[in-house]
């Protein structure tokens, strides 16, 4: 998964644990055993998500240091095929920017 589909999924969960916590919040005066136990295994589910959520979040930022130190690295061991690539890159996205 891309970096910023992953954030785009991690911010959709933040705001699914925000509305969940709010619409608890909202039905806290309802005193019905069905309201009571729904926010329950709201609650629950919630702090599921939290926790699975900040599993996640240290997972991709390991994944992403380790990327970075694995291009730092290969960037030492070959400069000259680094810096080609980077002009290569450079030349295309100038040619493409060009045609607008």
Same mark, same amino acid.
């Given at each position: ?47 599921? &998500?939290?926790?699975?959520?900040? =599993? ?16 730092? /690295? ?6 000259? =095929?680094?810096?080609?690539?980077? &002009?290569?890159? /450079? ?6 920017? /060009?045609?607008?």
């Amino acid at each position: 998964m891309s970096e910023p589909s992953t954030r785009r999924l991690m911010d959709d969960l933040r705001a699914v644990v925000s509305d969940a916590e709010a619409l608890m919040a909202a039905t806290a005066n309802d005193a019905s055993d069905r309201a009571k136990d729904a926010r329950h295994k709201a609650t629950e589910s919630v702090e599921k &998500a939290r926790a699975r959520l900040e =599993q996640l979040e240290s997972e991709l930022k390991v994944r992403a240091k380790a990327a970075a130190d694995d291009a730092t /690295g290969y960037v030492r061991d070959n400069p000259w =095929q680094s810096l080609g690539v980077a &002009a290569a890159i /450079g030349v295309v996205l100038g040619v493409l920017l /060009g045609r607008r």
